[in-house]
């Protein structure tokens, strides 16, 4: 008799509905942008000085920082779109089963979008 | 018709496996998922399950199907899609044999919420009235027949069972807390008000995806907090 019970926790055998997929990407956003935090400050402290402005400058130019920094701000932004449907839903807004998907889905188009938009703008 | 059924013997298994059984439906017939599972049943005693009302009021067979909790019995075969019907047990609760899950965790958290009327005053002559307008608060939260689908479709619920109340229980207090003949809205507050009781709630909305009674436990939490918030102002 085995008395050690197993759980039914295989997640990739359930199907998610849209509105959990916008909140594990909020999740990871929010996880990724508290790890880009040191990159970001070290940035910062190294512009400080007028030779370490250029410095600093010349290294986000490489392709490989430019796509860093691309990723930093998409998560950045879909972070803060996720994060006001958040508050109109504490608000009462998009809470019914509609409002929620419909809620999702523009904050993943939305997060698309700005994401197209500041990749424009980097490259 | 194919399915894969999650099988589980504590007598025998050491794990948990996935078992293929095929069922003969007559072409442009239908029935319910439970009806096949009964069938499958028959075919192999062996497969445990509960069921009860089989109409969608008892709430004892609810189960993971295709991915997605749900009750069995009003479940039609024909919705299914996919060359396989996959049938699990309801996530994160510990299995029992098959299908069947160990309800204890769900139940404690039911009883938590005191989920009953608690009137203080002194007892009416004849009994508590309540005009139709505080009676229609009621509906949409007195319907949950606890089947559990939404609190185990709840990742908050998954990773805190112990300490996260779950959308079904959330539902109910809030089915007691704006009940004008109940006299502990105060204090059942105060049972909710801490880091996981209630603001555990991430409003992922898993519940009311899979509601089979269509509730809303989601707004029915956002009600508890806005009844929290105005209380502390």
Redesign the interface.
């Known amino acids: 008799?085995?008395?050690n019970?197993?759980?039914?926790?295989?997640l990739a055998?359930?199907?998610?509905?849209v509105?959990?997929i916008s909140?594990i990407l909020h999740r990871i956003s929010g996880v990724i942008l508290f790890l880009s935090v040191p990159l970001c400050l070290w940035a910062l402290q190294s512009s400080l000085t007028p030779g370490g402005f250029a410095e600093v400058k010349s290294v986000l130019s490489s392709g490989i920082a430019k796509f860093i920094t691309w990723a930093i701000l998409s998560m950045l932004a879909y972070h803060i779109i996720a994060g006001v449907r958040?508050l109109l839903?504490?608000a009462?807004i998009g809470?019914?089963?509609q409002g929620?998907r419909f809620g999702?889905n523009a904050v993943i188009a939305l997060g698309v979008l700005t994401a197209v938009g500041i990749g424009v703008w980097i490259w | 018709m194919q399915f894969s059924i999650?099988r589980?013997n504590?007598?025998t298994?050491?794990?948990?496996r996935m078992q293929d059984y095929e069922l003969e439906i007559e072409a442009g017939s239908d029935m319910m998922l439970l009806d096949a599972l009964i069938a499958l049943k028959e075919q192999d005693p062996t497969l445990a399950f509960r069921r009860s009302c089989r109409e969608g009021v008892c709430g004892s067979d609810g189960l993971?199907i295709?991915?997605?909790n749900g009750l069995a019995c009003i479940t039609p075969v024909s919705a299914l899609k996919g060359k396989k019907v996959?049938v699990?047990?309801?996530?994160?609760?510990?299995?029992?044999r098959d299908l069947v899950?160990?309800m204890a965790q769900f139940y404690r958290q039911y009883e938590k919420i005191r989920p009953y009327l608690i009137n203080n005053d002194e007892p009416p002559a004849r009994e508590h009235l309540q005009s139709p307008e505080d009676r229609a608060k009621l509906d949409g939260l007195y319907e949950c027949i606890l089947c559990a689908c939404c609190s185990t479709a709840c990742?908050s619920f998954?990773w805190n069972p112990d300490k996260f109340v779950g959308p079904s229980g959330l539902l109910q207090a809030y089915r007691f807390l704006i009940d004008s003949r109940d006299t502990e809205t105060s204090s059942r507050l105060a049972d909710l008000d801490d880091a996981y009781s209630l603001f555990r709630c991430?409003?992922?909305?898993?519940c009311?995806?899979v509601c089979p009674k269509g509730l809303?436990p989601?707004?029915a939490i956002?009600h508890i907090?806005?009844m929290m918030l105005q209380q502390g102002l």
Do not use: C
Request: charged content about 25%; aromatic content about 8%.
């Open positions: 008799m085995n008395k019970r197993p759980v039914n926790l295989n055998a359930f199907r998610f509905p509105t959990s909140s958040h839903m504490d009462g809470e019914t089963l929620g999702a | 999650y589980y504590p007598e298994d050491k794990k948990p993971n295709n991915g997605k996959i699990r047990p309801l996530p994160g609760l510990p299995v029992i899950v160990d990742p998954w991430r409003g992922i909305m898993n009311v995806d809303n989601t707004r956002g907090r806005s």
